[in-house]
């Protein structure tokens, strides 16, 4: 019979985000409508190192108005993340041409809608539906409105019912945030730092289209720093983030009613000091920090913990000097298999 036995930690090896190195800005793999990710991972939470994702999409104004002309609109300056930078979108007057040389609308098909659009170059322009009898909220479908080429941003529609020219009505222009303009902030979303992920609260509009090929969101763009870790030597009884789980119960006439909770822990672990001072955990007390555990140094898998740096020194006069670290954060610890 072979025999059991749990394996010490004693060739186990505690790390420590010591500095970062920056990713520079990069559009974003998207891995589903909601998920985009990129491969360069954990990213930094360190103070001033914080990842920015910049989603295409306007920040403010570029409210449309009639111009007071025929078949004109004013485009009010606003700013807008485009392909990760922050842009100004300066004012401009758009024509719409209803002709066949345009919107190609004629005594059938006289219902055609036409996106104000941020082009590539970043400023203001038309994308123009195909005409129909009836308008559609296809996008792409006659009477509906136009896919937006990748890489530009839809500030809004105006919708036409006429083939003849006039000056455009406020109940024409539509610009409903997420509907028919673009927000770079709008549907919200978490980050998941571990996976180096990003997660809208809800799916991402499909209305862009790459040569030829339709139904595609947005971009998202990400700029992050990935931690450099340095070994922490001498230093034992590492600890991970873990969530505990318990229940409570409430006495009520003919018995009790129970109900059940989750929580969070503290990382711990001990690091012995040179002198309490210089040491260079010690300057890095109480910023946000990643902490890498490997059960046994030489071997592959090893366990990560994001959080809140806790320093407690003792100085005995007859022991080493050593502080107890603490790290508190917003999730477990996650492990890490190869």
């Not at 873990?242 to 129970?258: D, F, M």
């Not at 002198?275 to 910023?287: C, E, Q, S």
Request: with cysteine; charged share 20%; aromatic share 6%.
């Amino acid at each position: 019979m072979a025999n059991l036995r749990a394996n010490q930690a004693s060739e186990a090896l505690i790390q420590y985000e010591s500095g970062q190195e920056l990713v520079a800005m990069q559009q974003m793999d998207q891995d589903s409508r909601k998920l985009f990710s990129i491969s360069d991972t954990p990213w930094s939470d360190a103070p001033g190192k914080e990842p920015d994702i910049k989603p295409d999409g306007m920040l403010t104004d570029g409210a449309i108005t009639p111009e007071g002309t025929d078949d004109t609109v004013t485009v009010a300056t606003g700013t807008a993340n485009q392909a990760g930078v922050k842009i100004t979108v300066v004012t401009a007057d758009l024509v719409i041409d209803r002709s066949d040389t345009g919107l190609d609308m004629d005594g059938t098909n006289d219902h055609a809608i036409a996106s104000v659009v941020v082009d590539s170059g970043g400023a203001y322009a038309l994308v123009e539906g195909t005409p129909g009898t009836a308008f559609s909220e296809t996008r792409d479908a006659a009477g509906g409105p136009p896919l937006i080429p990748q890489g530009q941003i839809e500030v809004g529609q105006i919708r036409l019912s006429s083939e003849t020219s006039a000056v455009i009505a406020s109940s024409e222009i539509f610009q409903v945030e997420n509907t028919h303009k673009e927000m770079a902030l709008v549907p919200t979303w978490t980050e998941d730092y571990a996976e180096g992920e990003v997660e809208f609260i809800s799916n991402l509009p499909e209305i862009h289209a790459d040569d030829g090929d339709g139904n595609k969101t947005k971009q998202v763009y990400a700029e992050v720093y990935t931690p450099m870790f340095a070994n922490l030597e001498p230093a034992s009884d590492f600890v991970p983030i873990e969530t505990t789980h318990s229940t409570t119960s409430t006495e009520v006439y003919g018995g009790a009613i129970g109900a059940s909770s989750s929580s969070l822990g503290q990382a711990t672990f001990t690091v012995y000091l040179r002198d309490g001072v210089t040491d260079p955990l010690i300057a890095l007390k109480n910023t946000r920090m990643w902490v890498k555990f490997f059960p046994h140094r030489l071997r592959s898998p090893y366990m990560l913990t994001l959080g809140t740096l806790g320093i407690s020194r003792t100085f005995p006069a007859g022991d080493n000097m050593q502080a107890a670290c603490t790290l508190t954060g917003n999730m477990p610890t996650v492990e890490v298999s190869s």
